[in-house]
């Protein structure tokens, strides 16, 4: 299983910003430079404080802490697992990927 180091994610309630529409977010594999004063359990557990931190540096365009606050919660919840994603070592994304494929019923 090859994995990506960007993934774009699509906005259910777009971001205004302005008279700028934010539809959809690149988010790209945080390094650890970007994971600073982050914990790295606590993104996996999608909390919304260390979200705040680490998201402004890894999305195109730029989310503000403001952008993140006032965001529907599906979309957060969108990209906390975009970042949680990133973060799973490659064994543990294949041992999903061929679970996944083993509880999925053949046509």
Do not use: Y
Not at 8 to 13: A, H, I, K, R, S
Not at 22 to 32: C, D, E, F, N, Q
Not at 40 to 66: G, H, Y
């Amino acid at each position: 299983m090859e994995q990506t180091n960007t993934t774009v994610v699509t906005l259910d309630t777009p971001i205004k910003r302005g008279d700028t529409q934010i539809a959809s977010v690149t988010v790209r594999k945080p390094l650890g430079g970007a994971l600073r004063g982050a914990s790295t359990r606590r993104l996996l557990d999608m909390e919304t404080d260390d979200l705040v931190t680490v998201l402004p540096r890894i999305t195109d365009p730029v989310l503000t802490a403001a952008d993140i606050h006032q965001m529907d919660g599906a979309d957060l919840l969108q990209l906390g697992g975009a970042v949680a994603g990133f973060l799973l070592p490659k064994a543990v994304l294949q041992q999903a990927a061929e679970q996944t494929a083993q509880d999925s019923p053949t046509t």
